[in-house]
């Protein structure tokens, strides 16, 4: 056991969060702590590293954990490199490598058998320590977080706070601290990073507690779910999609038991009723009261099922071609990409690639906030245009919400503003809270509620799931199914992506259109196809081929690591011979080759993962 909370009680004023929370980090489990916004999951995480202390309840800590929080790491000096931050992360090793050198100086010097013990035991702990990679492992993580070789060389306070919270998760994962805690690690990252994060994650060698709302994220990463509701915890073994069957079956079963002991002690109550006045029968009545009273009672466990319950319809029908994009160049001082594309009614098409290549850029040109480059575009006849994105989620008023909404529409009833605000989670003194005093879900509520009341016939949504809990994503889900217009959003909601897109267009390929789901896009993107062919599934026999030439690379990728790791060890050997360890030139040839050797091994050992998991999509 690396760390154990037990029974953990905290308040913030009269505020309880945590009544009787427990949690449990074995070596190498991976756990997702999970909840609705305000349920405690990141004090379970600060009272866990020891940034806050609990009211009650017991913390154990192993002696030798180290504990990594991404809170924790700030950069005191941002006047220093990206590269110079990120190598603090392997001190020790630098340190190793910095006795090296001077030890190898001491070997020009004087070739003495005990110094040369001691630099072979120092470079087989410096080698246990992958120490000849960690330049290597810097760039790897560095460039799957969406930065570029020029970036290293920045000073940290030339980039923005988004890019210094990827820039510190960097640093945290460099660190292999014994138990990793992250919280909401999706934030600030596009598709690409969040599959590598995923990847990295469930391959690290310690164990990882985190927090998030990206529920396929989860059901990647995560082998154990821990859920926090009504201020208490309850642990489920296996993926984010097993916890939510299990959960199902066990208030299921936990119902059944809790109405058979009701019964139970229904039937004793009358026994003791009936025999307690018999002298007779007094010891009888007696020891089954004691029976009753020493007796465990179960608790009949409800879910909070608390819900939004959004509805979205359309004020008109509009025409059937909602909107035509001709060559539209969309960016700033420089093209980001050229868009050509027609959106049928009833259509949902998702906008998808990586950061940076235009996804939010044209969202904003179609709705008139930024000019065109060149190009043109055109709504469909009679067509009510909606438009959400995070920013003017994140309103700012001194009005209270009732107000606000009102305000925005001012033909409505009180019943009807109310109505709606209770549907989006506002409910008695909560509508008369302050705008500028909610939380940023509660925010994104209240301009899902402005934007349902509009009854427009085609919504563009950037982002509409941030800072929704999981139970506000489903609802929200939910809604845009049974939407009766026509969607055009960008998300990187990769489950939201799955429930709403029938149609994808890729900025990250060239502004291409296809006419697939997410998921079917997906499976066939991995494949490299262009559009045309996606369209036409592939022959029995073309499949077979294309099989068996994956299987045949993977077993010569298979043949060439045994060879390669029979070489690294060959190399590894010579490092006893005098020939070697006598001659401080031979020695350093011969680290060079096993460096050389590591890279080789790790660029196969790539290779072959990647071959791995095209099969197993097959």
Same mark, same amino acid.
């Given at each position: 056991?690396?760390?154990?909370? @037990?029974?953990?009680?905290?308040?913030?004023?009269?505020?309880?969060?945590?009544?009787? %929370?427990?949690?449990?980090?074995?070596?190498?489990?991976?756990?997702?702590?999970?909840?609705?916004?305000?349920?405690?999951?990141?004090?379970?995480?600060?009272?866990?590293?020891?940034?806050?202390?609990? *009211?009650?309840? *017991?913390?154990?800590?192993? &002696?030798?954990?180290?504990?990594?929080?991404?809170?924790?790491?700030?950069?005191?000096?941002?006047?220093?490199?990206?590269?110079?931050?990120?190598? !603090?992360?392997?001190?020790?090793?630098?340190?190793?490598?910095?006795?090296?050198?001077?030890?190898?100086?001491?070997?020009?010097?004087?070739?003495?058998?005990?110094?040369?013990?001691?630099?072979?035991?120092?470079?087989?702990?410096?080698?246990?320590? @992958?120490?000849?990679?960690?330049?290597?492992?810097?760039?790897?993580?560095?460039?799957?977080?969406?930065?570029?070789?020029?970036?290293?060389?920045?000073?940290?306070?030339?980039?923005?706070?988004?890019?210094?919270?990827?820039?510190?998760?960097?640093?945290?994962?460099?660190? !292999?601290?014994?138990?990793?805690?992250?919280?909401?690690?999706?934030?600030?990252?596009?598709?690409? #990073?969040?599959? =590598?994060?995923?990847?990295?994650?469930?391959?690290?060698?310690?164990?990882?507690?985190?927090?998030?709302? *990206?529920?396929?994220?989860?059901?990647?990463?995560?082998?154990?779910?821990?859920?926090?509701?009504?201020? !208490?915890?309850?642990?489920?073994?296996?993926?984010?999609?097993?916890?939510?069957?299990?959960?199902?079956?066990?208030?299921?079963?936990?119902?059944?038991?809790?109405?058979?002991?009701?019964?139970?002690?229904?039937?004793?109550?009358?026994?003791?009723?009936?025999?307690?006045?018999?002298?007779?029968?007094?010891?009888?009545?007696?020891?089954?009261?004691?029976?009753?009273?020493?007796?465990?009672?179960?608790?009949?466990?409800? %879910?909070?099922?608390?819900?939004?319950?959004?509805?979205?319809?359309?004020?008109?029908?509009?025409?059937?071609?909602?909107?035509?994009?001709?060559?539209?160049?969309?960016?700033?001082?420089?093209?980001?990409?050229?868009?050509?594309?027609?959106?049928? #009614?009833?259509?949902?098409?998702?906008?998808?690639?990586? @950061?940076?290549?235009?996804?939010?850029?044209?969202?904003?040109?179609?709705?008139?906030?930024?000019?065109?480059?060149?190009?043109?575009?055109?709504?469909?006849?009679?067509?009510?245009?909606?438009?959400?994105?995070?920013?003017?989620?994140?309103?700012?008023?001194?009005?209270?919400?009732?107000?606000?909404? =009102?305000?925005?529409?001012?033909?409505?009833?009180?019943?009807?503003?109310?109505?709606?605000?209770?549907?989006?989670?506002?409910?008695?003194?909560?509508?008369?809270?302050?705008?500028?005093?909610?939380? &940023? &879900?509660?925010?994104?509520?209240?301009?899902?509620?402005?934007?349902?009341?509009?009854?427009?016939?085609?919504?563009?949504?950037?982002? /509409?799931?941030?800072?929704?809990?999981?139970?506000?994503?489903?609802?929200?889900?939910? #809604?845009?199914?049974?939407?009766? &217009?026509?969607?055009?959003?960008?998300?990187? *909601?990769?489950?939201?992506?799955?429930?709403?897109?029938?149609?994808?267009?890729?900025?990250?390929?060239? #502004?291409?259109?296809?006419?697939?789901?997410?998921?079917?896009?997906?499976?066939?993107?991995?494949?490299?196809?262009? /559009?045309?062919?996606?369209?036409?599934?592939?022959?029995?026999?073309?499949?077979?081929?294309?099989?068996?030439?994956?299987?045949?690379?993977?077993?010569?990728?298979?043949?060439?690591?045994?060879?390669?790791?029979?070489?690294?060890?060959?190399?590894?050997?010579?490092?006893?011979?005098?020939?070697?360890?006598?001659?401080?030139? !031979?020695?350093?040839?011969?680290?060079?080759?096993?460096?050389?050797?590591?890279?080789?091994?790790?660029?196969?050992?790539?290779? =072959?993962?990647?071959?791995?998991?095209?099969?197993?999509?097959?």
């Amino acid at each position: 056991m690396k760390a154990q909370l @037990n029974h953990i009680k905290k308040s913030y004023g009269t505020q309880e969060v945590l009544l009787d %929370a427990s949690l449990r980090v074995r070596d190498k489990e991976k756990i997702a702590l999970i909840g609705r916004n305000g349920c405690g999951k990141t004090t379970l995480l600060r009272i866990l590293c020891g940034q806050e202390q609990a *009211d009650a309840g *017991d913390r154990f800590i192993a &002696g030798d954990t180290r504990i990594g929080y991404l809170a924790q790491i700030t950069f005191p000096d941002e006047s220093c490199t990206v590269y110079e931050e990120l190598l !603090k992360a392997f001190a020790e090793v630098r340190h190793l490598e910095q006795a090296m050198r001077e030890t190898e100086q001491q070997l020009q010097e004087q070739a003495d058998e005990k110094i040369l013990s001691r630099y072979a035991d120092m470079q087989a702990r410096f080698e246990a320590m @992958n120490g000849y990679q960690y330049d290597v492992e810097i760039r790897n993580v560095f460039f799957h977080f969406q930065f570029e070789e020029a970036d290293l060389q920045k000073k940290l306070s030339e980039f923005s706070s988004g890019q210094k919270t990827r820039i510190a998760l960097v640093k945290l994962l460099l660190s !292999k601290p014994d138990i990793l805690l992250l919280d909401e690690p999706t934030n600030h990252l596009d598709l690409q #990073a969040v599959e =590598w994060l995923e990847k990295y994650l469930r391959h690290y060698p310690f164990a990882v507690v985190l927090v998030s709302h *990206d529920r396929t994220f989860i059901d990647h990463v995560a082998d154990e779910i821990v859920e926090i509701e009504y201020g !208490k915890t309850m642990r489920y073994v296996g993926s984010y999609t097993h916890y939510t069957e299990a959960k199902k079956e066990y208030l299921q079963k936990n119902h059944e038991a809790y109405v058979r002991q009701q019964q139970e002690i229904k039937r004793l109550e009358e026994l003791i009723a009936k025999f307690r006045s018999k002298s007779s029968k007094a010891s009888f009545a007696q020891s089954k009261q004691k029976y009753l009273d020493r007796m465990e009672r179960i608790q009949d466990v409800r %879910a909070d099922e608390q819900m939004m319950h959004a509805s979205f319809s359309s004020g008109r029908k509009g025409g059937r071609r909602v909107l035509k994009v001709e060559h539209l160049s969309i960016g700033y001082d420089h093209p980001l990409a050229e868009v050509n594309v027609e959106l049928m #009614a009833g259509q949902r098409l998702a906008v998808i690639g990586p @950061n940076g290549t235009g996804k939010s850029t044209l969202l904003k040109t179609l709705i008139g906030q930024l000019p065109a480059l060149s190009g043109h575009y055109a709504f469909g006849h009679q067509i009510d245009v909606g438009y959400f994105d995070q920013e003017s989620a994140q309103m700012s008023s001194d009005k209270t919400v009732l107000d606000e909404l =009102w305000d925005r529409f001012p033909l409505s009833t009180q019943t009807e503003i109310r109505n709606t605000l209770a549907a989006f989670l506002f409910t008695q003194d909560e509508v008369f809270k302050e705008v500028n005093d909610l939380s &940023g &879900g509660e925010k994104v509520r209240l301009a899902l509620a402005c934007l349902m009341l509009r009854h427009d016939n085609l919504l563009i949504l950037d982002e /509409p799931t941030n800072h929704l809990d999981i139970p506000g994503k489903e609802a929200l889900e939910n #809604a845009l199914q049974a939407y009766d &217009g026509t969607l055009l959003f960008v998300s990187h *909601d990769r489950m939201f992506l799955q429930k709403m897109a029938t149609r994808v267009l890729d900025l990250g390929s060239g #502004a291409k259109v296809f006419d697939l789901g997410y998921q079917d896009y997906m499976d066939h993107s991995t494949e490299d196809l262009q /559009p045309s062919e996606i369209e036409k599934p592939q022959t029995g026999k073309a499949k077979f081929q294309n099989e068996k030439a994956l299987r045949n690379r993977i077993a010569k990728l298979e043949n060439m690591l045994e060879e390669a790791e029979k070489d690294l060890e060959s190399l590894r050997e010579l490092r006893y011979e005098p020939e070697f360890y006598q001659d401080f030139k !031979k020695m350093e040839t011969l680290d060079a080759d096993i460096d050389d050797k590591h890279n080789e091994i790790q660029k196969l050992m790539s290779e =072959w993962e990647e071959k791995m998991e095209e099969l197993e999509g097959k």
